[in-house]
C-alpha cells in the first residue's frame, strides 16, 4: 500500500508527539516519606533545552523532506509551504466540475489541517519554553557580572540596656530595617560591624535564610582586657559579622590559620571560574594600643604566608578620626603604623574620602590592592540602611559568577 504524503506528515507529527511524551520525566518519590508529612502527589522536571530542540528539529526535518524535491528552491519553498500550512501555488480553474469541487474541498481541509499542525506545534515550543524559563531562572537572570557589597556599623542589634544579659531580645526594629534595605537592594555581600550579637541568638535571626553568615561575636580572645586602661575596657558589643548569598555560585571559608586577639574576620572566597578573592572586615576600637596592631598586622602576615592576600578587600570601622584622606596624612604614631602597613607593606589603596559619621570624621574605610575591580564605591545617607551614626558603603567587585540553580519544590497534599 502507498501511503500519502499528508498521511506521512501526520505520522511524523504524532511520531513528535510520542516522543515528547517519552522526555516528560515523571517521578512518584523515592524512598518512605516523613511520617509528620503527607504522600508526595509528584515531582515533575520539565525536559532540558537540548532535548526539546532536538525533537522540534528532527520534526521540522521530517515534515519538510516528506516529499521530492531537495534543490535549494525547493527545500526553501516546502520549507514555507509547510511551516506556513500553505502551498506554494494554488490553480483554481474558472470552472468546476463537480469531482472538481471535492477535490477543491479536500485541499482546503487538507490545507486547514496543515494550519492547524502548524498552529500545534508553535503552541507547544511556545508553552515549553515558557515552562523551561520559569523552571531555570538562570536562563533569563544567568549571573550578575559584578558583586554588590553594603557595609555598615549598625551600631548594635540589641538595646543597650540589654547588653549585660546572656540572653538578650534583639532590636527587632533595627533588625526589620535591615532586611527591608536588603529586600529592596538585594546585596551580593553583607559586611556588618558592632553587631553586638552573644551566641545565644542565631545568624537566621538576624539576616534572611538565604544569606550564609560569618560571625566574630566579641569575647576575650577577639577583645582581651587592656590592663593598662581598665576603665575603658568594654566587655559587651563590639563584634563583626560578613555574610554572602546562597545561591551564588561561589565556595566561601574562614580563615582559621591564626586567631589574632583582635575583632578581624577574613573570608576566602572562590568562584566557579576557579577566581579566589578575600574579604575582611575590622573594627577597631579606637581605646586599643600597640597591642591591637601588632595582632592586626599578625594576622594578616598569615594572610600573606598562606598566599591569600593576592585579591583582597578590607572594610571596617577604623576610628582614625585624626587622619587626612585620601593621602592618609596624620600626626598619630599608632595610626600611622596602620596606615603605613597597609598601604606601604601590603600595597594597599584607601578608596574613602568624604564623611562616614555624623560627626563629619572618615572612620569607615576600604582598603584593597585591586582598586581597578572595585568600582561605584558610595557613602550612602545616615539610617538608609538602619538607625546608626554611622553611614553605611557601598561598592561592586567586578568579578562574574553565576547563580546556582534553585531545588526543586516538593507539592504536599494536606
Known sequence: AVVSTQSRSRYFFL???LTYLMFMIVDSGEGPEP???????????????????????IYIFMFIFSEDGWGIKGLTGKLYSRISGCPTEIKIPLTLAPE???????MVSNMFWKILESGILFSLFAINLILIIISNCSILNPGPNSLSVVYNNIHGLINTRDLASVTPPLNMTKVHEIHGYIFANRPDIVILNETWLKKSILSSEVLPDN????????????????????????????????AHR?????????????????????????????????????????????????QFKKHFIALVSSKKLQHHILVGDFNMPNVSWPDGTTSSDL????????????????????????????LDLVFTNIP????????????????????????DIDIKTKY??????????Y
Not at 43 to 52: D, L, V
Not at 255 to 281: D, V, Y
Not at 407 to 412: L, N, S, T
Open 372 to 395: 581597578n575591580l572595585v568600582k561605584n564605591t558610595k557613602v550612602l545617607e545616615q539610617n538608609e540602611m538602619c538607625l546608626s551614626d554611622h553611614f553605611a558603603i557601598t561598592f
Open 15 to 17: 511520531f513528535y508527539i
Open 335 to 362: 595610626l600611622s603604623k596602620f596606615i603605613g602597613f597597609l598601604t606601604g607593606d601590603l600595597g594597599h589603596t584607601q578608596l574613602v574620602s568624604s564623611p562616614t559619621h555624623k560627626s563629619g570624621n572618615v
Open 100 to 106: 472538481q469541487i471535492l477535490s477543491l474541498i479536500c
Open 246 to 294: 546562597c545561591d551564588l555560585d561561589i565556595s566561601s571559608v574562614e580563615f582559621t590559620k591564626i586567631r589574632a586577639q583582635a575583632e578581624l574576620l577574613s573570608i576566602i572566597l572562590k568562584t566557579q571560574s576557579g577566581k579566589s578573592f578575600c574579604i575582611s572586615t575590622f573594627y577597631r576600637v579606637g581605646t586599643l594600643g600597640l597591642d591591637n596592631f601588632e
Open 404 to 413: 546556582v540553580k534553585q531545588p526543586k519544590r516538593k507539592m504536599y497534599n
Open 35 to 57: 511520617s509528620n508529612h503527607p504522600k508526595t502527589l509528584y515531582t515533575f522536571e520539565p525536559p532540558t533545552i537540548s532535548s526539546a530542540m532536538h525533537l522540534y528539529v
Open 211 to 242: 544569606y550564609k553568615v560569618f560571625r566574630l561575636d566579641r569575647s576575650l580572645k577577639s577583645h582581651p582586657f587592656d590592663p593598662s586602661q581598665p576603665k575603658k575596657f568594654r566587655k559587651n558589643g563590639g563584634g563583626v559579622l560578613i
